[in-house]
């Protein structure tokens, strides 16, 4: 049974045709992966299919009393509660239901027979739901779902206003999944989980018997959770039978047999020009040529496949420094409490390192303590003085800015056509870097980002989950750089497929965590 309906959807943004005449349905149980390059417009298209944005043409039909849960990149919490008052949040139906029964036994205590028997029946039906819905139970299914995202660690009475990037997002994450609707739909959802909170969500996701829609841009979560795929490219949305792997081996079926099929039609259309451009003049076979011309005339041409413009990242490399980079004596790290036991950790050069560990330990917190952003709680850092370091950051607020002029104030002796080319070797397009900043997609806004670590020189790059957001081909490039770069590596990441290939050692910071892990 089809759940959901878009027949012909066309929508332009920004002067951009972001989906054109597009058609999708979402058939009961099915589990589909929603993919393409950033930029291409996925998240609009959840924000159409959502009511969140009015497409320009066609047509949505949602089928009647479906409920849905939609996790995108930009959900925010209400301040002055706490996680666990959010995730009440989640049976909030159930909640109201409880106060209008309690009302009615309020009302029994003085009324007629009549009236008793009304609410006694309706009380009865209240309570039938409650039972059938599990209310009694709420309190265990929270700290169920909470404990498998990792939320019992950070602690469910903490107050959201005192919450990461990151943390928010799990709290979304667990409060839509406690709302158990009819039809799923995540974006990005595995961005800030760590490595344990991810297999948690894909045995989830496995056994969900509802439909969901995701976006993903990681291939080994996609292919363990999906059972169909929807290609955004160019405008058009095509539909793939099958996991992740499996799309691919179509998609080169398909550029292949295109690409022949354009090629025989391009020399088809040199013999009858040659044809013609021989016979049109001579009287005996000018009638020849002109039936030609008719057939060249009505012929329906094929494009030639596009060749998708791929970032290509690169770092530059900075002088060499000492054989020590950082020294750790001691380190404990922290704010007001400590997060970890002392520390005792070297940094050599030209070593390439991961840090793990599941998510509230203080990964971040330990790499902003190693380059002096943030105060060690004891115990101290010792840096090498011709340390370079190049910094992404996991978070970084959104600027007013357009990309271009973004990273012109950071280059300001470079003129406005080197900006475009630097842009334009991480897979930026015109219309990107004419852009702001903040009206990007999480993946352009992360290559503009990582645009401005690649062209300073440095002999230490400290990367804080950068593979947030950006789609396949980004990820490749962006590994193939770090394996190639001489300089060292100190990388957070929850994708053990993007580090392992890359790095000598991983660190897992739970080792040395206060917390019970």
Same mark, same amino acid.
């Given at each position: ?23 999708? $349905?979402?058939?009961?149980? @099915?589990?589909?992966?929603? !993919? ?22 066609? =047509?949505?039909?949602?089928? =009647? ?29 159930? %909640?109201?239901? &409880?106060? @209008? ?23 009865? @039906? ?21 404990? *498998? ?16 990037? *990151? ?65 955004? &490219? ?12 499996? %799309? ?37 076979? $000018? ?29 530059? &490399? ?5 054989? !020590? ?51 060690? %709680?004891? *115990? =101290? ?36 056509? &080197? ?27 992360? =290559? !503009? ?55 000598? @050692? ?12």
């Amino acid at each position: 049974m089809s759940i959901l309906n878009v027949e012909n959807v066309s929508h332009d943004f920004g002067g951009r045709t972001i989906l054109e005449n597009a058609s999708f $349905r979402l058939l009961n149980g @099915e589990h589909i992966g929603l !993919v393409g390059a950033n930029g291409e417009g996925k998240s609009t298209f959840l924000n159409i299919i959502t009511g969140k944005l009015a497409p320009d043409s066609g =047509k949505i039909e949602w089928c =009647k009393r479906i409920t849905t849960g939609y996790l995108d990149q930009h959900t925010v919490l209400k301040p002055g509660q706490t996680i666990y008052e959010v995730l009440q949040d989640a049976f909030k139906y159930y %909640y109201d239901l &409880e106060q @209008e029964m309690l009302s009615m036994y309020e009302q029994m205590a003085d009324c007629d027979d009549k009236t008793m028997n009304k609410l006694m029946d309706e009380v009865g @039906e209240i309570q039938e739901i409650l039972d059938h819905g599990g209310f009694y139970t709420i309190d265990v299914k929270i700290k169920e779902v909470a404990g *498998g995202l990792g939320l019992n660690d950070i602690g469910l009475d903490k107050p959201v206003d005192a919450l990461s990037g *990151g943390q928010r997002s799990k709290v979304l994450l667990t409060k839509l999944l406690l709302e158990n609707p009819m039809i799923l739909i995540l974006d990005e959802p595995t961005n800030y989980l760590d490595e344990n909170h991810i297999s948690w969500l894909i045995s989830f996701l496995q056994n969900y018997e509802n439909a969901f829609i995701l976006v993903s841009h990681d291939v080994s979560f996609l292919n363990k959770v999906i059972n169909v795929i929807y290609h955004l &490219e160019d405008g058009i949305l095509t539909r793939y039978k099958g996991d992740y792997d499996y %799309y691919l081996q179509q998609v080169e079926l398909k550029k292949r047999q295109q690409v022949a099929d354009y090629q025989k039609q391009q020399k088809e259309i040199a013999d009858l020009e040659d044809f013609i451009a021989r016979n049109k003049a001579r009287v005996a076979t $000018r009638n020849m040529a002109s039936s030609r011309q008719k057939k060249l005339d009505k012929m329906n041409l094929i494009s030639k496949p596009k060749e998708k413009v791929k970032p290509v990242f690169s770092f530059l &490399e900075a002088r060499t420094p000492g054989k !020590v980079l950082f020294e750790c004596k001691d380190l404990v790290i922290g704010y007001d409490t400590p997060l970890t036991k002392p520390m005792n950790l070297v940094f050599e050069r030209n070593k390439k390192v991961a840090i793990k560990g599941v998510n509230g330990l203080g990964k971040t917190t330990l790499l902003k303590t190693l380059i002096g952003m943030q105060k060690a %709680y004891s *115990g =101290k850092v010792e840096k090498d003085p011709f340390v370079e370091i190049g910094f992404f950051e996991q978070e970084e607020a959104a600027s007013s800015k357009k990309a271009l002029d973004y990273l012109w104030e950071e280059f300001p002796n470079r003129n406005n056509g &080197e900006i475009r080319a630097m842009l334009a070797k991480c897979g930026l397009t015109t219309d990107h870097i004419e852009s702001l900043m903040k009206v990007l997609s999480g993946g352009e806004n992360a =290559k !503009v980002r990582l645009c401005k670590i690649m062209n300073r020189e440095a002999n230490v790059l400290v990367l804080d989950e950068p593979t947030n957001h950006l789609d396949v081909d980004a990820k490749e490039s962006l590994q193939n750089a770090l394996k190639n770069y001489k300089g060292s590596v100190i990388l957070v990441s929850h994708e053990p497929d993007f580090y392992l290939p890359i790095v000598d @050692e991983v660190i897992n910071l739970e080792d040395c965590s206060t917390k019970i892990i």
